[in-house]
């Protein structure tokens, strides 16, 4: 029960993490940070759980509490970083 509380915070705080020190990077604000870092916390989460196969583990210190979460806030983190940055690409090359 208190994994996936445990993967929104992990989630959460790897995204904060990631926005304060890729300061360049100024595609989105807080919330989107915050939302981004939920997705990939819950996305890591349960492929953690599919991959590693456990279903009833909700100790503080399982690989899966712990790794997984941060491995899918990274992941959706720069595909989100990805995209804005095409977007803005695509953009500057229509306006021209």
């Known amino acids: 029960m208190y994994a996936i509380f445990i993967w929104i915070t992990l989630g959460i705080i790897y995204s904060l993490i990631s926005k304060l020190t890729d300061l360049k990077n100024k595609n989105y604000g807080?919330?989107?940070?915050?939302?981004?870092?939920?997705?990939g916390g819950v996305?890591?989460?349960?492929?953690?759980?599919?991959?590693?196969?456990t279903i009833h583990h909700d100790?503080?210190?399982d690989i899966n509490n712990i790794i997984m979460p941060v491995i899918?806030?990274?992941?959706?983190?720069?595909y989100f970083n990805y995209l804005a940055k095409e977007a803005r690409t695509s953009y500057s090359k229509a306006k021209h």
């Open 30 to 39: 807080l919330t989107s940070t915050v939302a981004i870092g939920i997705v």
């Open 59 to 61: 100790s503080l210190l």
């Open 72 to 78: 899918g806030a990274i992941l959706v983190v720069y």
């Open 43 to 53: 996305i890591g989460g349960y492929i953690g759980r599919f991959i590693l196969k």
